[in-house]
């Protein structure tokens, strides 16, 4: 159970505050490639850590991220024109190019003036279907993202992503907390075309689960374990990857998938869901399923990243599929089964008044790995997980003897084996 300061502490992500800090050491996934389709294309407002910027493709094609108001009389620059180099504010004219430099004020002739104009500006990399954004120290900027599936062909992925009515812990704690599979997502384990007529998918209704914790270089590895056939237990790893990263365990014959819950700000975040095979592409079939909303992906609201089902029509609850079981809570779809418990508890929810038991070892570790990290970082230490040998790792599932080594067998399970299939029953 957190203390009050130890909530707030976990919550504050703007500029500043300590988890904010921390996090803009990181590589921040901004947006989806197709977000910016081309150069002098319409710009794009993305609010991050609770700094509202735009983002634009200019006519070379260099993508700007921004501050979002120009410095004449605070406009939105949504409503510039993108045009021969720069963003041009629609009120008096002002333009910015992808640094934030005013490259023309045409008011006021001359460099005096104009030289001393510039908008808060942030590094951006274009790398496995995503806008990603570095908002932290220039001296301090790390390596770019090193995750298997940035590496991947276009073929070989899919990336969508949501907004979530809730801070982003309340949904990297549900990412981590495997317990919860045998219930919340019990009717569609049958099912869901991802996961049905596999072991995997039988024995994870079993729950009688028991959890074993092994710290890695980049946060750490998590066994849930279940019983499976008699003499043998089933075992599914989940990776947390600092600061928001989760792999789910895969189902033999599918795709892996992650996640990334990263903070709009201190009350919204944006999930990231990947769906992603290390060997070969994503059949069609599957992709017009994920963009339908199956498996860990939502459907959305054309136009919008907001999902059809959502806090203002109840989640599109169905009592007779609850009752029936065909929906455990009566949530159709995985993602918005997760999204739905999760913003239920508030939009901040209050840590002091859990009571937390031994299923939930994963949400203590990562809590307590967090704060570690912010203070440490506060102390003149160094962000942990950032080196490429952290990103570059596999979730897993296996059967082995109740027995058996589990701690040998799962740190070989979840290596990365370039050109060879994941590790999956």
Known sequence: MLTREQNEFLTRTGPGTPMGNLFRRYWIPALLDWELPGPDCSPVRVKLLGEE???FRDTEGRIGLIDEFCAHRGVSLWFGRN???GLRCSYHGWKYDVNGNCV?????????VRSRIKLKSYPTAELGGVIWAYMGPPEEKPALPNFEWVHLPASHRVITKRWQESYYLQAVEGGIDSSHVSFLHRGDLASDPFHKNTAGAKFAKSTKTTFEIIDAPGGMLIGARRDADPGNAYWRITQWIMPWYTLIPP??????????????DDENCVAWSMTFHPTQPIP?????LIKDGNGVHAELIAG???PVANRTNDYLIDRAKQKSGRHYSGVKGLAMQDASIQESQGIIADRTVEHLVTTDRAIVAARQRLLKAAEELQKGGKAPGLSPEAQLVRSASFVIPVDGEFEKHAVDAVKYRK????VAV
Request: with cysteine.
């Open 53 to 55: 910027l735009i983002a």
């Open 304 to 306: 919008t990243f907001r």
């Open 251 to 264: 189902y033999a014959g599918n795709a892996l998938n992650g996640h990334a819950w990263v903070p709009m």
């Open 83 to 85: 045009e021969e180099c």
């Open 284 to 288: 069609e079939e599957h992709v017009k």
């Open 104 to 112: 023309d004020l045409p008011s006021e002739p001359g460099e005096r």
């Open 419 to 422: 050109g060879e299939p994941h």
